[in-house]
């Protein structure tokens, strides 16, 4: 089942930026903390970044500090993840979610199908 559809993701050379963007699909979730994590192979499904409902607060994991955005617009039903200074750590298939805040993927009720980002050294 496909809650929320991203797109953005692709090759990049490192240093390079990304937006990957992530949309509501069937229903909106504007009431909801929206997040994205991150799966590299043979990792464990990571915490990214999230949002509140009304945008106004924002969390990060260390690896995200100083280097991604997330935002949303509600009335587009949208959240973006801004990514600058890319490196090779950040390869993985990224996730948009929406549910409680919370750092745990176990959390988070409503999933996109992923968008892969591939940085190259």
């Known amino acids: 089942q496909v809650q929320l559809i991203e797109s953005g993701g692709g090759l990049v050379q490192a240093g390079g930026s990304l937006t990957l963007s992530c949309t509501d699909s069937?229903?909106?979730?504007?009431?909801?903390?929206k997040a994205w994590f991150r799966q590299a192979p043979g990792k464990e499904r990571e915490f990214v970044a999230r949002i509140s409902p009304d945008g106004g607060s924002a969390r990060y994991s260390d690896s995200a500090t100083g280097r991604f955005t997330i935002s949303r617009d509600n009335a587009k039903n949208t959240v973006l993840l801004q990514m600058n200074s890319l490196n090779p750590d950040d390869t993985a298939v990224y996730y948009c979610?929406?549910?409680?805040?919370?750092?745990?993927?176990?959390?988070?009720?409503?999933w996109g199908q992923g968008t892969q980002v591939t940085v190259s050294s």
């Open positions: 979610a929406a549910g409680s805040w919370s750092t745990a993927a176990e959390e988070y009720r409503y």
């Open positions: 069937g229903r909106t979730f504007n009431f909801f903390t």
